[in-house]
């Protein structure tokens, strides 16, 4: 697929060229990032070791390949979403633009992973607004689809007040209300308005890949845990990343997915393994994001060769 399919740049003409200053500011991002990704690494390393010490490599190993597909169904979800909106990215740049913007999660604040993903999308032709909507559209996704996956897992006995949050999210996920918000917020900000709106066909191909997320975030669990068993497993990840993405002010919700992983999984183990489980999940997870950015950036570099 060539750049002329991507969508209506911001500029006529080719892609604009890199200027210095951009390049530095996108060197200084990606460094603070992997600097406060390796702090989250070495900040909890000894309850890390321990909880690793309990752990096969095998099992760790199925569970950071699990993590890597949880990860590429989060990024075709923000992918379709784009692709809807007008700016279809071929694989390899779009998994760039998402993986390496994603590690802006881990830097206080909110709005790093948006920003960097506008300024990397904006090479690419894809304007500003798009990439920023696409971003903000992945929230209720992910959080539509992980509450259904936690009432259907977990059983509805338990976490049936579930319930009261789905008709607020189904509102806000039908693409009519969704256009009409985006609209309204683009006018708020005298920006231009979107020159295609979402669809619901790419709405549901959006939530099938977040589904397709769910699971193999579940099967990383699993192999960490798999005393509940499977369906558990992916309920109990749902659940727990569900508490964690609400928590705005925490890079990557760091602290409160883990407390509720260890509440969530205190009827299967012991409090100290199950601390241990959550730890061993951060870990993973955080290694992963590494190696997606890490693998998306090389792929993307070949191609530009």
């Known amino acids: ?5 991507m969508g209506q740049p911001e500029t006529a003409g080719a892609v ?4 210095l200053p951009r390049r530095l500011i996108r060197i200084g991002f990606l460094l603070v990032a992997l600097g406060f990704g390796t702090w989250a690494v070495m900040s909890q390393w000894d309850a890390v070791a321990a909880g690793f010490a309990r752990l096969s490599w095998p099992a760790v190993a199925g569970s950071l390949g699990a993590v890597v ?13 784009l692709a809807d909106l007008g700016s279809p990215l071929p694989l390899r740049p779009a998994a760039k633009v998402f993986f390496v913007g994603q590690l802006g999660k881990y830097i206080p ?11 990397m999308g904006r090479d690419l032709g894809v304007p500003r607004s798009r990439s920023a909507a696409a971003f903000f559209l992945m929230m209720p996704i992910q959080l539509a689809t992980g509450l259904l996956v936690t009432l259907v897992t977990l059983g ?5 007040w579930l319930l009261l949050l789905i008709p607020v999210l189904l509102v806000l996920l039908e693409p009519r209300v969704i256009n009409a918000l985006i609209g309204y917020t683009l006018r708020r900000l005298k920006r231009e308005p979107l020159e295609r709106p979402l ?3 790419g709405m549901l191909a ?7 997320g769910w699971t193999a975030y579940g099967v990383h669990l699993y192999f960490l845990a798999p005393q509940g068993g499977l369906l558990f497993a992916v309920g109990a990840f749902a659940l727990t990343w569900c508490l964690g993405i609400m928590t705005f002010v925490v890079p990557a919700g760091a602290g409160v997915r883990e407390l509720a992983m260890v509440a969530v ?6 409090r100290g393994s199950a601390i241990a489980v959550a730890l061993s999940s951060r870990i993973v997870i955080i290694v992963g994001d590494l190696i997606c950015a890490g693998l998306a950036g090389i792929a993307a570099r070949r191609d530009s060769v």
């Open 206 to 212: 959006a939530l099938g890949w977040a589904l397709a």
């Open 16 to 19: 604009p060229r890199r200027s």
């Open 156 to 160: 509805w006995d338990k976490f049936g």
């Open 69 to 81: 597909a949880a990860l590429l169904g989060a990024m075709l979800t923000w992918r379709t979403l």
């Open 109 to 119: 604040g909110a709005v790093w992973p948006v920003l960097a993903q506008m300024e």
């Open 1 to 5: 697929m060539s750049h002329d399919t």
């Open 265 to 270: 999984l205190a009827p299967q183990l012991d």
């Open 199 to 201: 669809t619901r066909r």
